[in-house]
């Protein structure tokens, strides 16, 4: 079956460093994968998409990567604020139906000063 | 959360009560979701509305009934819950079934009691 495994549950990092996030997953051929913030009792929020026969995609301090032989996006912020201290979710989409969206439980990152 | 509202923002109901959950989109969007967010699980899909007509229902139990007027709006209708359907329930649209990226509202937050 489809699978989306998000790093590890947590991370936490210093100020000013750059946060990295992993989203791997099995049995899919995604035709884009797609980043979204989630703050606590809030809806995730849309932050990049990535297409299959893209290698990079950057956004101010954001930069998303997608290999798709080894199956994984890595999404790096840079310079990390306390400001983006949040839930990040990855999603896969096949094409057609948005309905295809498969997400990722998620990686809670947390910046501290 | 910007266009996409959703009331109540909080509920807590008991086994036997029937509620509904009211979402609301300013955006011109087509196509409206239901999703459930439980702890520490991924985002499940539960009902795609494209132009106001059901497409997709992921085997959600028939204690969930969904309801689409129009375009604008979709309801989500509860009765006899179960303690486990206690989660995040989120509704999103998107311009149309084949737009790649939805627009989510801030979530109601379920307690079945």
């Known amino acids: 079956s489809q699978k989306i495994e998000q790093n590890s549950e947590a991370l936490n990092i210093q100020e000013g460093k750059t946060a990295t996030l992993t989203c791997n997953y099995t049995n899919y051929s995604p035709a884009y994968l797609q980043w979204y913030r989630q703050d606590p009792g809030r809806g995730p929020v849309f932050l990049l998409l990535?297409?299959?026969?893209?290698k990079e995609k950057r956004k101010e301090r954001l930069k998303v990567t997608f290999d798709t032989t080894l199956k994984q996006s890595l999404f790096h912020i840079t310079a990390s604020q306390p400001a983006d201290s949040a839930t990040y979710l990855c999603a896969l989409g096949g094409g057609g139906s948005q309905g295809n969206l498969i997400f990722g439980k998620g990686t809670k990152l947390s910046v501290k000063p | 959360e910007t266009g996409v509202t959703q009331t109540p923002r909080h509920l807590v109901m008991g086994m036997t009560n029937k509620k509904s959950l009211k979402c609301e989109q300013h955006?011109?969007?087509?196509?409206m979701y239901w999703y459930k967010q439980s702890a520490k699980k991924p985002l499940e899909l539960m009902f795609v509305y494209n132009f106001k007509e059901q497409t997709e229902n992921n085997s959600v139990p028939s204690r969930f009934s969904p309801e689409c007027p129009n375009s604008s709006h979709l309801f989500l209708h509860l009765h006899t819950l179960q303690p486990e359907d206690s989660a995040l329930y989120l509704c999103?649209?998107?311009?149309?079934?084949?737009?790649?990226?939805?627009?989510f509202g801030p979530g109601t937050r379920l307690t079945v009691t």
């Open positions: 990535i297409r299959e026969n893209e």
């Open positions: 955006l011109g969007h087509n196509a």
């Open positions: 999103a649209s998107s311009q149309d079934l084949w737009a790649q990226v939805p627009y």
